[in-house]
């Protein structure tokens, strides 16, 4: 797996893309179900399947005092990513002047120019943009604007539970590790 940094770093022989975004903070069932199909669309497409997440998380730029404890260290992130099937996996850094990015520009810049977007693949709980105002329904309006589909994955359940990252912490806490 490639990873990149910035989308400078991003060689334009990469070509298209199938994306899935988020912070993949361990890369739960839930990830790798949303991985999966991100690999298998692009793979059908001729396209690269790609990752892209945050550091530092966000919430740690925005609101310090309220930062989850991170499940999975960024560099075993990248090698729980590259398990998963990614050809590339772009890290990009989180600020504050980052964080002020209006979500129409994020899609514009990172996903339209920057990966040459051809799908991007989401959660249903999906938050973007400044203020993390915009959500999956209006990144469906902005990818018919800019030329990538956009396609919405419910929360994958375990036992009646979504799984997610706030759910597995939820669980170690309660020493419940095989819930987790």
Do not use: C, W
């Amino acid at each position: 797996m490639k990873i990149y940094r910035s989308l400078a770093e991003i060689p334009e022989t990469m070509g298209r893309s199938v994306v899935a975004i988020g912070n993949f903070d361990g890369v739960h069932q839930g990830h790798k179900a949303i991985l999966a199909e991100v690999r298998g669309r692009a793979r059908a497409q001729g396209a690269a399947a790609v990752a892209v997440t945050f550091d530092p998380h966000p919430v740690r730029v925005l609101r310090p005092e309220a930062a989850p404890k991170l499940i999975t260290p960024m560099p075993q992130r990248l090698e729980l990513l590259a398990q998963a099937g990614v050809d590339a996996t772009v890290v990009l850094p989180f600020t504050e002047e980052f964080s002020r990015t209006a979500a129409f520009d994020f899609a514009e810049q990172v996903l339209a120019h920057g990966l040459r977007a051809v799908e991007v693949h989401e959660g249903e709980s999906f938050r973007f943009g400044y203020g993390a105002k915009s959500g999956t329904e209006d990144l469906v309006r902005f990818g018919e604007q800019l030329g990538f589909a956009v396609f919405g994955h419910r929360a994958l359940r375990v036992r009646g539970v979504p799984v997610s990252s706030s759910e597995v912490r939820k669980q170690v806490l309660a020493g419940e590790m095989g819930m987790a």
